[in-house]
């Protein structure tokens, strides 16, 4: 079994946005309509409430909870959209996978509909069942120390948290290595994450984390900056200014949606390409970037 280098591997975000930028721009207009398509379907699900709140055009918080309510009493509504967004990033990060395992797939910007994109829904489901399910379980164990006493409470709390973490991290190449065998592989994932294996692939994953926080703080500074030089808010009204303004902020939030999935899952896919001893680990080059 091969080594990797996890500071190299939490780097390939940077990579591939620099060789391949007309790609990571294709799927923010993928993830633009998809999400477009899940509102409208929230829409037709929740009813007029619903529509009341997405005619104000801008959600506050308080909106946000409301949603999160609506969505909370229809069963149905919450699952369509749990699923449709789990879909939705799933085409994505097989994009992702694609690009990096095997880019001379062909691919509308390495990305397809297809067994491969619906065992990848399933295990986000599966890992998301499984991250709920902990989250549940600290929240039962820190109530249930507190009536104790609030520190034993802060500890059981703490020990779900390092439970969850050494779950996650074991499970992370789940998603790279169903994409890579074409078939659902959890167990392997699982041993394959066992051992000395399991600190280096924290390591990377706390680096990914902390490389997307920079960019993000990076693009939010550049939005503000171009939202203040376009009049900031202009009261809601349609002047120019404002419609500039609005559309610097979409097109930010977009970016940093879709940035935030090559950041975070692109080092899976090259950590699973090294530790199984793939070739080439590396396949992207430069000089033959196409955008």
């Not at 229809?74 to 990096?100: D, E, N, Q, W």
Request: hydrophobic content about 55%.
């Amino acid at each position: 079994m091969n080594d990797f280098s996890p500071s190299e591997a939490a780097l390939e975000g940077f990579r591939l946005t620099r060789e391949r930028p007309g790609t990571v721009l294709t799927w923010c207009g993928v993830y633009f309509t998809g999400m477009l398509v899940i509102a409208i379907l929230m829409m037709v699900s929740l009813g007029p409430d619903f529509i009341a709140l997405a005619k104000k055009g801008q959600f506050s918080s308080e909106d946000i909870d409301a949603v999160g309510s609506m969505l909370a009493r229809s069963g149905p509504a919450f699952l369509l959209v749990l699923v449709l967004a789990v879909a939705l990033m799933s085409v994505l990060t097989s994009g992702i996978y694609r690009l990096v395992l095997r880019p001379q797939e062909p691919g509308f910007a390495h990305l397809r509909l297809g067994p491969d994109e619906l065992r990848l829904t399933a295990v986000n489901l599966l890992l998301f069942a499984v991250g709920m399910a902990f989250l549940f379980l600290g929240f039962v164990a820190a109530a249930a120390g507190e009536q104790v006493s609030p520190a034993l409470g802060f500890v059981l709390a703490a020990a779900v948290a390092a439970i969850t973490v050494w779950v996650g991290v074991r499970l992370s190449l789940a998603t790279p290595m169903t994409f890579a065998t074409h078939r659902f592989s959890i167990r392997e994932a699982w041993r394959l994450t066992a051992g000395r294996h399991f600190w280096p692939l924290l390591g990377m994953i706390v680096l990914a984390v902390i490389f997307y926080v920079m960019v993000w703080l990076l693009i939010s500074i550049i939005g503000l900056a171009v939202v203040g030089l376009a009049g900031g808010d202009q009261g809601g009204g349609f002047s120019p200014l404002a419609v500039v303004a609005a559309v610097a902020t979409l097109f930010m939030q977009l970016i940093l949606s879709v940035l935030q999935l090559v950041m975070i899952y692109s080092p899976f896919a090259v950590a699973y390409q090294e530790l199984h001893g793939d070739a080439p680990a590396r396949p992207l080059r430069t000089s033959d970037a196409r955008g």
